[in-house]
């Protein structure tokens, strides 16, 4: 018995359907694995928000603060020399090691130019980082590096004057359960107290190192 004409379309329209559900499949697959891309870029974007917040045109200012051996240090304590001026903690998991330790390597490459920079490390977590803390910490990458604690007031004053964006996050529910956001630039600062350089995160030691040495040529340092 030979099929009627009208169970013949039916069965190529049935044939047709089943080899579309397949691209149907393939584009909605695809859709679904470009949601999850754009989800995943948004929140590592997300996470690496803190690090990259900085004030390029952070005027830098005065302050006054305490060194790792307990005493007070201030913008002026170190006359006729550049400041290399870095706000982090001594808990950080990631950036702040990095930092400075671009920052060590920097200073090494610049030989008897780096003489004319003083490295600080300001903490943004003075109830953890004491000066003891500081000092121990900042000797793991450089002895140049001198470590600079002092009061919530006095270090939230320093770190606005800098342009630094820093904030509290609580990770866990005990009292010491929590991490410090805070933006990740290093500050090249003229003997006269003015903000030179802006150093971002991710350089290398090298290229740290020739910022660095034209910005001390730039503002009067050794070429």
């Known amino acids: ?39 995943f870029m948004m929140v590592m ?11 390029p045109s952070a005027g830098g200012g005065s302050f006054r603060l305490v060194g790792d051996q307990g005493q007070i240090v201030t913008d002026r304590s170190w006359p006729g020399k550049f400041l290399l001026v870095y706000f982090g903690y001594t808990h950080c998991p990631d950036i702040c090691p990095t930092m400075l330790a671009t920052i060590a390597g920097a200073l090494n490459a610049l030989g008897a130019k780096g003489d004319r920079i003083q490295p600080l490390f300001v903490t943004l977590d003075p109830q953890r980082d004491t000066e003891a803390v500081m000092k121990q910490y900042t000797a793991l990458f450089s002895p140049r590096i001198a470590g600079l604690t002092g ?35 290093a500050y090249l600062v003229t003997p006269g107290g003015q903000v030179a350089l802006t150093l971002p995160p991710g350089q290398s030691s090298q290229q740290m190192a020739s910022e660095l040495a034209a910005g001390l040529r730039d503002n009067n340092g050794h070429p």
């Open 1 to 39: 018995m030979q099929p009627m004409p009208s169970e013949i379309v039916m069965s190529q329209e049935a044939r047709a359907a089943r080899a579309r559900r397949p691209r149907a499949n393939e584009v909605a697959s695809f859709v679904f694995l470009l949601l999850v891309i754009t989800v």
């Open 45 to 55: 974007m997300a996470m690496a928000l803190p690090y990259i917040i900085a004030s």
């Open 151 to 185: 009061t919530t007031a006095a270090l939230a004053e320093a770190a606005q004057d800098y342009g630094v964006h820093y904030a509290r996050q609580q990770t866990g529910p005990a009292p010491g359960d929590y991490e410090m956001e805070h933006s990740a630039y």
